[in-house]
DNA sequence: ACAAAAAGTGCGGCTTCCGCAAATTTACGG
DNA sequence: CCGTAAATTTGCGGAAGCCGCACTTTTTGT
């Protein structure tokens, strides 16, 4: 035995890229030919792993597709941490919001985007993904509740501000992004989502 | 044959009362004995039905249990549209909130109140149960959107809005909740959630 | 290179969830 | 009241999902 500080470890390493391959190969196949169609056999098959070792990852179909959407939501809090202290909050959150979108398109910047605008559309659409959708949801709040507070020199135990914060913009972020999948001629989302943040901080004005 | 404008109609009736001994009976057997120790035969057999109806009620146990905080969430849009279309649209929130919450309070007085409190907690802690949860306050939040959408005068499926409002309302009220739930000194709940939605209606001001 | 720890794998079993068809109950018109 | 149509409940059967446990393989640190 030894400490347990080790960076990033190559372990690690491989375990976090089973677990991505094994999320992608999830999209992939219930994109393909619908989720109920997709088993966790064939999944873990396209991950060239056992079928046991799938639920040793995720305990569900559902929460190994919702977690790309998982991954990338986490991403905001952590970029909001990147954020000058001398930032006025809101400013900092959708910088912090916009970053991370960004980051996104880049990242998969080939294909994958297309295939995750399209996991995004399944996941809102099967009900039975809605769930795990709004579960990650829920923990990328916690996760930003946190920074705010922080950020704040607030308690997230004992104030009810980091969490409302975190869960408006939430809310903001949820409902943009859900006008933006449901326009019918396609809208860029950044527009949507800026507007969103700034009536929110404008107290939500009755238009 | 004949029309369908039947109003309470004795067999819709029954319908409801097996879908609230359903979930009752599930909510009774969660709290005292552990989710996991409660099979679908059970909550079947204590109210009284045959195991295989349980699933055309609900399709999960936990869909069961969430049932009765569906319902309750679901008051807040009723009694929004019931609030005077002067009153100004935060105001009318803020009171049919508190509104829903008295209603709950007298509604179960004697005893189901404290087994409803211990079934929220049981709902916050166990894992599988959060993410119904969470599905039942989005159902209820799209009925609040379509709520405001009505007295606002704005459109739920064009206009950002109605669902902003919404689910920062919906946060809110959640934070709240949670907040009452966690603290250790109990409190009351109303002026938390007052605090909530009017630091909302002032854009969150950093404190 | 070796021993310990961690991850992957296989097996077995218990539940859940759902489609289908028969039985039972309710609704409505005469 | 009675009979027929519709809706609900129930039983059966089966496909998966999920998980504990024990065994094997791989990685880690010395």
Redesign the pocket.
């Known amino acids: 035995?030894?400490r347990e500080a080790?960076r990033p470890?190559?372990?690690e390493r491989?375990?976090q890229e089973?677990r991505i391959a094994l999320s992608w190969a999830a999209i992939r196949l219930a994109v393909e030919r619908g989720l109920e169609n997709v088993?966790?056999?064939d999944i873990a098959a396209e991950a060239r792993?056992?079928p046991?070792?799938f639920?040793?990852y995720f305990?569900?179909?559902g929460e190994a597709i919702a977690a790309r959407h998982l991954d990338r939501a986490r991403l905001i809090a952590q970029e909001l941490r990147r954020r000058p202290a001398s930032e006025p909050l809101w400013e900092a959150i959708k910088t912090a919001v916009l970053t991370q979108l960004a980051m996104g398109e880049e990242y998969d910047a080939r294909q994958p985007d297309q295939q995750w605008q399209t996991g995004i559309q399944l996941m809102v659409s099967e009900p039975s993904l809605q769930g795990e959708m709004l579960k990650a949801n829920a923990i990328a709040e916690e996760e930003l509740a946190a920074a705010i507070a922080e950020r704040t020199g607030t308690d997230v135990a004992r104030d009810l501000y980091p969490r409302l914060v975190a869960g408006a913009a939430g809310a903001a972020i949820r409902v943009a992004m859900d006008q933006w999948l449901r326009a019918d001629p396609p809208v860029p989302v950044r527009p949507l989502i800026e507007d969103a943040l700034d009536r929110l901080a404008a107290g939500l004005p009755e238009p």
């Open positions: 035995m030894s080790e470890g190559l372990r491989k375990k089973t088993r966790v056999e792993v056992a046991r070792t639920n040793n305990s569900s179909k």
